[in-house]
């Protein structure tokens, strides 16, 4: 399993970035996709999720109406558009790949890619 997450950075407030996370190594099309961030001294936290067919989208509510999270399954990659960004926003932002069936759960993680947001 790998992941090649890119696209984090310097960015001012009010600014935007995209997030990529291109993964391989498993069905990417029966997994959920997720993005987490984790801020120093901070627990890891859920930013946003998307269904393994894309139909539906979760978000924190810190995040709402600034943030879009969407995937396209043919090239295996998920994508977390970040608009209005704020300082509170800079963390480590990681991708998430969750199979859940039953009882069973299996979750990949990618390596994390730093977004600042400062002037």
């Known amino acids: 399993v790998q992941f090649v997450e890119s696209g984090g950075g310097l960015v001012q407030p009010g600014g935007s970035l995209r997030l990529s996370c291109a993964a391989s190594g498993f069905t990417f099309s029966s997994y959920a996709m997720s993005w987490y961030h984790q801020a120093p001294g901070k627990e890891r936290e859920l930013v946003a999720t998307?269904?393994?067919?894309?139909?539906?989208?979760n978000y924190a509510d810190s995040v709402k109406g600034r943030f879009t999270i969407s995937r396209d399954n043919a090239k295996n990659t998920v994508y977390l558009q970040m608009n209005s960004l704020k300082p509170e926003d800079t963390a480590v932002y990681y991708c998430n790949a969750r199979y859940s069936g039953g009882s069973y759960v299996r979750d990949f993680w990618g390596q994390g890619t730093q977004v600042t947001v400062s002037s």
């Open positions: 998307i269904s393994s067919a894309g139909g539906s989208t």
